[in-house]
């Protein structure tokens, strides 16, 4: 064959090898064709970029960082004054007016409440999406999101970054390998917070301070004072804004549990916490999921599977075998998997699995190796057309029906006055047998005071509200102040 090549026929060929990108690199496709070809690189704007926004963007940084967009312009200065060429804004929506044309990908890392109607907003306009954890606030967001990647063919990414990383890979082969047998009973636990819980409701207002549009923050949630309790940061602890330990940190505790054992729905939860206050999430919480039954794997089955929750300082108790004095914490938390083989114990994150045994397993690979950053993967597929592309280790498909299960545990710890076992129907997105005539109160304030030396409490309650009601808001809120999500496609 001979070595030379027309340079029609290399233009040609270098076409048919660029047709599985959407961002085709300027080196493949040249002018020479008739074709302006996009740049190789991602426009790509930040949503919430004073906390971990930030820290995704210096990922990113590779590609052009052409817009920020925070409520707090304080907050986020030192981002600002890093990115000089990028515009800014306090609106998302203003950002999207103006950049929209020009925008390639959105990273979300604002508060809680707001990441379903940003991401939503940025993928019916076709943009991809990179989204922090949890991927959303409330259950029905997370479905929504789901069915809205998969309409506008996006790439997308939940910033639960353990998932592209070498325990969870490991993890996942041993139990697929039949290493640890049937596992039937899961626990985790993480030891935050470490941020503020279990606080009433301040009753001081603070001045907003100018370089802040509270206004933007509250955005679909209901409209509260100002107070420095809430931001920066704090808001992870208030049910308005955040939802709390198990919110933030099970996306990273439990990704190689739903992962592993190809969870989906749950069927029963029960929740169970310290004092539950109207506002804020308690200082520390267990819930317990039942899954049903899988369909077993070709070396392992999967029968029906309880895993437990637990944060705020608790922790399961130590299996039999693990040695004195090993700390299970590892990075933050961990998870112990019961098999009826062998017992295996990772970190957060999915880090350092290990087996109480002392077996080290030599276990075919089966997942995807993911080289670069969690970030820059997700950059790798939004380069790739959807016919093309390799999903990225948390793309919404999975990480909304695994968000899902996270913030319905939220619900279960809400809902922990009925005193009953929930059960949860998650193809329709509701509670099957909570009573229609049920109720429910939360505590305003503790009342808490000592009297010659005699420590009381004087609680002031929230009236009773329908159970089922109050379960369906939470399910599925009701947007305030003029915002709406798009409609579930």
């Not at 940003?118 to 991809?128: F, L, P, R, V, Y």
């Not at 001045?207 to 808001?235: C, M, Q």
């Not at 310290?274 to 899988?294: E, G, H, I, S, W």
Request: proline share 7%; with cysteine.
């Amino acid at each position: 064959m001979s070595s030379k090549i027309s340079r029609r026929k290399f233009l040609e060929t270098g076409a048919i090898a660029a047709a599985g990108l959407t961002v085709v690199p300027s080196s493949v496709l040249g002018k020479s064709m008739g074709y302006k070809a996009p740049s190789d690189k991602l426009n790509i704007v930040g949503v919430g970029v004073g906390g971990m926004g930030n820290a995704n963007l210096n990922q990113l940084q590779s590609e052009n960082i052409i817009g920020l967009c925070d409520v707090d312009w304080k907050y986020s200065k030192r981002v600002f004054d890093k990115y000089p060429n990028a515009k800014k804004y306090y609106d998302y929506r203003k950002m999207y007016d103006e950049l929209g044309k020009s925008i390639d990908g959105v990273v979300v890392a604002t508060a809680d409440h707001t990441h379903a109607i940003i991401a939503a907003d940025a993928m019916t306009m076709g943009k991809h999406v990179y989204v922090q954890k949890p991927l959303t606030h409330s259950v029905y967001e997370s479905r929504l999101l789901t069915k809205l990647a998969a309409k506008h063919k996006v790439a997308t990414s939940m910033g639960n970054q353990g998932s592209s990383g070498p325990g969870v890979r490991q993890v996942i082969d041993w139990i697929r390998d039949g290493q640890i047998g049937e596992v039937t009973k899961v626990e985790a636990f993480t030891d935050r917070p470490i941020w503020p819980q279990g606080l009433m409701t301040p009753k001081q207002a603070h001045k907003v301070p100018s370089t802040l549009n509270w206004d933007l923050f509250i955005g679909p949630a209901n409209k509260r004072p100002f107070n420095e309790i809430y931001h920066p940061w704090n808001w992870r602890g208030w049910w308005d804004f955040g939802t709390g330990a198990l919110g933030d940190m099970a996306c990273h505790i439990l990704h190689p549990v739903f992962k592993g054992l190809n969870l989906g729905y749950p069927t029963k939860v029960q929740g169970s916490s310290t004092m539950l206050l109207t506002d804020c999430a308690p200082n520390a919480q267990m819930v317990k999921y039942v899954f049903p039954q899988r369909d077993n794997l070709p070396k392992v089955a999967m029968p029906e599977v309880e895993v437990t929750w637990y944060d705020g300082g608790l922790t399961p108790m130590r299996p039999e075998g693990v040695p004195a004095g090993k700390n299970l914490n590892d990075q933050g938390g961990g998870v112990i998997f019961y098999g009826t083989k062998d017992i295996l114990i990772c970190g957060c994150y999915g880090v350092n699995p290990w087996l109480v045994s002392g077996r080290k397993p030599n276990s075919p690979k089966t997942q995807r190796e993911v080289t670069l950053s969690h970030e820059m993967d997700w950059v790798r597929a939004c380069k790739e057309s959807p016919e093309n592309r390799v999903e990225t280790a948390s793309p919404f498909s999975e990480a909304g029906p695994f968000n899902e299960m996270v913030v319905m545990g939220v619900l279960a710890v809400r809902l922990q006055a009925l005193n009953q076992e929930l059960h949860w129907d998650g193809e329709n997105m509701k509670f099957t047998n909570i009573p229609s005539d049920a109720t429910v109160r939360t505590i305003i304030e503790d009342g808490f005071k000592i009297t010659d030396g005699h420590p009381t409490f004087d609680k002031t309650w929230t009236e009773p509200v329908n159970a089922i009601a109050y379960a369906e808001e939470m399910i599925k809120h009701t947007y305030q102040n003029g915002w709406k999500l798009p409609d579930m496609p």
